[in-house]
């Protein structure tokens, strides 16, 4: 087994893509993200916004017709677009539609609040299927796959970043992550054919089963709802812009993290919120960047 490296300020700006002064909104890739459903409208708007305050050019955010009105006036810098609806939920009827605007883009997020039907694993799995964009699956994307897990294993493979928390963990795999964190995730990649796998919690662990990474930073103030969200919308970002997925994971985690440290020092871990961290991204980010 390879040894695990602990993630830091140099090895992230070692992987950072640069970006050349003559670039334009297609130089820095473009985002796909389906997301969303009743009662859930703050998911894919903080994704959403935080893969725009990652860095990537364009962002697209897919959401069910029923909530389209609410996420509009939400987005300033992102584009939503309403999809077939069912039941308050994206309907298996809007796969083509999502595949026309995924198979447009760089890198796609799939899972933030999207909600639990046959129908929406239907959509997932058909998402999944149709395109070779490399894919964050976050959230009800995991839950989708916990519920057909041979079919979304085939379907995964290298280009797929799996976010499970604990309790997605077991879900997925049947059982609960043990104390050897950096096995689990080694477990869960093996299972979803060599995924990225990134298994949430103090000291998130990072894998594709050859390169595994430790997180070094994050504080308890950021295990609030939403925080993944953020954590996902900025992963998709930097996939869209270039980066090989695990480098990507690992670095958005680190990112993430470091900003909720920020937000620790200035707010406190009571006060402090989902929303914040993506506000502290650009102290996070300027000392990271290079150009050519």
Known sequence: MSKAIPLSEALIRSWL??????????????????????GYTGAPVLAARSAVRGGTGLVFLQVPRCIYPIIAVKCDEAMPAPLPDEGGACSKEALPLVLE?????????????????????????????????????????????????????HACGPRCIMTPHDGEYRRLTGRWPDSDRIEGALALSRAFHHC???????????TNGAEIYINTTGNAGMAKGGSGDVLGGLMVSLLAQGMEPVKAAAAAVWIHGRAGDLCEAELGQR????????GHFAPVLKPLETRR
């Open 101 to 153: 605007r995924m198979n447009s883009c760089d890198a796609a997020l799939i899972g933030p609040g999207l909600g639990q039907s046959d129908g929406l694993d239907s959509l997932v799995f058909g998402a999944l299927e149709h395109t070779q964009l490399p894919v964050v699956l976050d959230a009800d994307g995991l839950n989708a796959a916990s519920r057909h897990r041979n079919a979304i294993a």
């Open 17 to 38: 893509p640069q970006r050349p002064e003559d670039g334009h909104k297609g130089t820095f890739g473009k985002v796909c993200i389906l997301a969303g459903s009743e």
């Open 271 to 278: 006060a402090m919120t989902p929303c914040d961290l993506i």
């Open 196 to 206: 990225v796998a990134v298994l949430k919690g103090h000291n998130t662990v990072v």
